[in-house]
């Protein structure tokens, strides 16, 4: 059943391309400019520091983002606000596999996209297999930390307008608190890692200094990667929790 | 199966929009809500379809004196049908099937809402009678014994209205099912309403068979339900 529910979903998905193009936009535009700026600077050891410090990693933490949180975010806030999840309590249908179905189709469609983003720089810079399999382990870890979160979002918003209002804020709390001190402390000739104890609580952290690793831009991880584990773990074991106390199908007294 | 609401009563800030129903409902009938708007006949399906907590009061369903869980026997069917819009007509329709052990196509039902010219078509682009159709099918396909449908005639052109009122008589008699409809269109549907409920301003007014209520109410200067209506309320009753 899980199956059928994530082939609808695929379905669904494929017919509505426009909003997944539109999830897929940043880091589609972050590949391009890594493109264009690999084939005009003539100094290709600066143009591929450049795309393998900044431009890779935030193509796959935004990547991550708009797949783990917006899409789904907006998914479940339109079927609570159109009644589908009250049509769905009315068939046989448990709630558990129809949000797995879903989260499968989230899965299959984000790591075809991450194939593909991975597959792209690598044809750029020749990253290496290793490093490429590692990142788009870690980035598969990463959203299923993040994934639940998208539940405890979705159960704040009772419109799904006010999704997208709010993703955008979210969007710089859980991305540029990364980005911003990293790409500054390099420009300043520090260590990016200098930063990362205030940022612990950001699973965007972990996977941004994996990808820098693997990619050779740092010597070593801030911690090492089993610690990594256990606080994605434990990250993702507290939002299934407060996605558990949170969400609800339907606000009571809003459909009316 | 008995569908019992005791006190029911309900407040949004401190307008009071129902005030102590009570109503009993039994298989094999067909209850007509009728009010203005603004009545409290939404309120009522919302709170028996689940979606709205009532502030006061209870509501029982039994079967043979012993209690059921509603939501599990009962269908709403709602004003517009918005889920799954990027799925076609036919995959909406077998993914319900395939996920509902009891689910009963009508073939007849299907033909009569003329879903066979629309199956191919995404649920984004029907046209609220269309939506409304789908709506309508997948209550039935969904086979349950509690059927609360909202507007079932609004937006199906004369002859369809004419039609699905002889499918819907006969389908509720046969399965024995306890049949609540909202509607304002009760001109010359009469027929499928075995029992009338008279709700204004939050109030049952009158409840009772429709035949009776009809005799009961002869004298008003309105033919039929809007005269019993307008008897009942000093109102009349919008016609859609």
New interface residues.
């Given amino acids: 059943m899980v199956m059928h529910i994530a082939r609808f979903y695929l379905l669904e998905q494929w017919r509505n391309k426009w909003t997944v193009i539109g999830n897929i936009m940043a880091p589609m535009i972050f590949l391009a400019f890594a493109l264009v700026l690999r084939s005009t600077i003539e100094d290709k050891a600066t143009a591929d520091l450049i795309i393998k410090s900044q431009f890779l990693p935030f193509s796959l933490l935004i990547l991550i983002f708009s797949l783990a949180l917006s899409l789904n975010v907006l998914l479940l806030s339109e079927k609570k606000e159109d009644g589908t999840f009250l049509l769905l309590k009315r068939t046989d249908l448990k709630m558990n596999s129809y949000l797995i179905g879903t989260a499968a189709g989230i899965f299959i469609i984000f790591n075809f996209f991450l194939v593909f983003f991975l597959a792209c720089y690598e044809l750029m810079l020749g990253i290496g297999a290793g490093a490429l399999i590692s990142i788009a382990l870690f980035a598969n870890v990463t959203l299923l930390c993040l994934y639940p979160a998208s539940y405890v979002l979705a159960s704040f918003f009772k419109k799904s307008k006010k999704v997208v209002a709010f993703l955008t804020p979210i969007t710089l709390l859980l991305m540029f608190s990364i980005t911003m001190p990293s790409m500054l402390a390099m420009t300043q000739g520090q260590n990016p890692q200098m930063y990362y104890k205030f940022l612990f609580w950001n699973p965007m952290m972990i996977m941004n200094d994996i990808a820098l690793f693997e990619l050779n831009m740092i010597e070593g991880t801030w911690l090492p990667t089993y610690q990594y584990l256990l606080i994605l773990i434990g990250l993702c074991a507290a939002l299934w929790f407060a996605a558990l106390k949170t969400f609800k199908i339907a606000d009571r007294g809003e459909r009316i | 199966m008995e569908l019992n609401v005791t006190k029911l009563s309900k407040r949004y800030g401190g307008r009071k929009v129902l005030q102590d129903v009570c109503l009993s409902f039994r298989s094999g009938r067909t209850y007509l809500i009728l009010g203005k708007n603004g009545a409290g006949k939404?309120?009522f399906i919302?709170i028996l379809?689940?979606?709205?907590?009532s502030d006061e009061g209870a509501v029982e369903l039994l079967e043979n004196g012993e209690t059921r869980d509603l939501?599990?026997n009962?269908?709403?069917q709602?004003q517009s049908f918005?889920?799954?819009?990027?799925?076609k007509v036919k995959?909406v329709l077998s993914?319900?099937a395939?996920?509902?052990?009891?689910a009963k196509e009508d073939p007849e039902l299907y033909e009569l809402l003329s879903l066979d010219r629309i199956k191919n078509r995404?649920i984004e682009n029907l046209s609220g009678g269309e939506r409304k159709a789908v709506s309508l099918y997948?209550t039935f396909l969904?086979n349950?014994k509690v059927v609360v449908l909202d507007e079932p005639f609004a937006e199906l052109d004369i002859e369809k209205k004419f039609l699905l009122e002889r499918h819907l008589k006969e389908k509720i008699t046969s399965q024995n099912l306890l049949a609540i409809i909202v509607s304002h269109e009760i001109s010359g549907y009469q027929e499928l309403f075995t029992d009338l409920v008279v709700l204004d301003e939050g109030r049952v007014v009158e409840a009772g068979e429709t035949r009776d209520l009809l005799e009961k109410y002869k004298n008003s200067p309105f033919r039929g339900l809007e005269g019993v209506f307008y008897s009942l309320t000093g109102k009349y009753i919008e016609v859609s």
């Fill in positions: 939404s309120t919302n379809a689940g979606n709205v907590n939501q599990s009962a269908i709403f709602y918005a889920s799954f819009r990027f799925l995959e993914f319900f395939m996920t509902t052990a009891r995404l997948l969904l349950k």
